[in-house]
């Protein structure tokens, strides 16, 4: 695996993608990217869609080369979310419940720091954001950030004990930008750790991975986001 490349003021848009490989770690299948000898490492927690989604990957690339090891695991087990009308909705959500998500990467932690790793953050996309915000609530890791995140309860928040950034979109229909600011209260009633929700404006749900690469717009607000990510991971994962 290549070595990454740490910045001392990393910023996204200057990033050099690296190409990682795909690896068993903690029992699950996972792409890895980054460098072995990294003590910081992020697990990036997928959409419905899978960790196969190339978005994710190449995202996983330019964060691993701000001088992280970055883990992006396979925890929906090749069994992923099918928009076909015949697709049984109900029945693959009770299969792959975040609370389940959550369980299956503590393995990966775990394996993580006998590798050596003394630091560990962890981002969720979508259905991901729901598994990292409950990791952010089991003392196994150090800092999340939830972007577009599809379902997180009061419940969840209550039990959260790092930093953890919240970043939605205006229009969600999974948990819009009201539900999302009570997170953001409840939150900020927790002086004891560093939390925030931004909103971006002119965006919908999944913006940080789906988009169209030829619609500046577009473009800028996903790279708004990534940095954002970034940046809070710089400041807490160390």
């Known amino acids: 695996m290549a070595e990454s490349v740490c910045l001392e003021n990393p910023k996204i848009t200057s990033l050099i993608s690296r190409v990682g490989s795909l690896q068993e770690l903690g029992g699950v299948r996972c792409y890895i990217t980054g460098s072995d000898h990294s003590k910081r490492a992020l697990i990036f927690v997928s959409t419905v869609i899978g960790f196969e989604l190339p978005s994710l990957r190449e995202l996983a690339d330019k964060v691993a080369a701000a001088g992280f090891l970055v883990v992006v695991p396979d925890l929906l087990y090749g069994d992923y979310f099918s928009y076909d009308p015949q697709f049984d909705r109900e029945g693959w959500l009770k299969k792959h419940g ?27 996309f979508c259905w991901g954001g729901g598994v990292v915000t409950r990791l952010a609530g089991s003392g196994n890791i150090q800092a999340a950030v939830a972007l577009h995140p599809a379902r997180i309860t009061h419940d969840d928040i209550n039990e959260v004990k790092v930093p953890i950034a919240l970043l939605g979109a205006e229009v969600d229909q999974f948990l819009p930008p009201e539900q999302l600011k009570q997170l953001g209260e409840k939150l900020a009633s927790k002086p004891e750790f560093e939390s925030y929700v931004k909103i971006y404006p002119g965006v919908a749900h999944g913006w940080t991975l789906k988009y169209n690469v030829e619609d500046e717009s577009a473009v800028r607000s996903a790279e708004e986001a990534h940095q954002e990510m970034l940046d809070w991971f710089t400041k807490y994962i160390n």
């Open 98 to 124: 975040e609370a389940k998500g959550c369980e299956d990467t503590k393995p990966i932690i775990a394996a993580l720091k006998s590798r050596g790793v003394t630091a560990i953050g962890a981002a969720g």
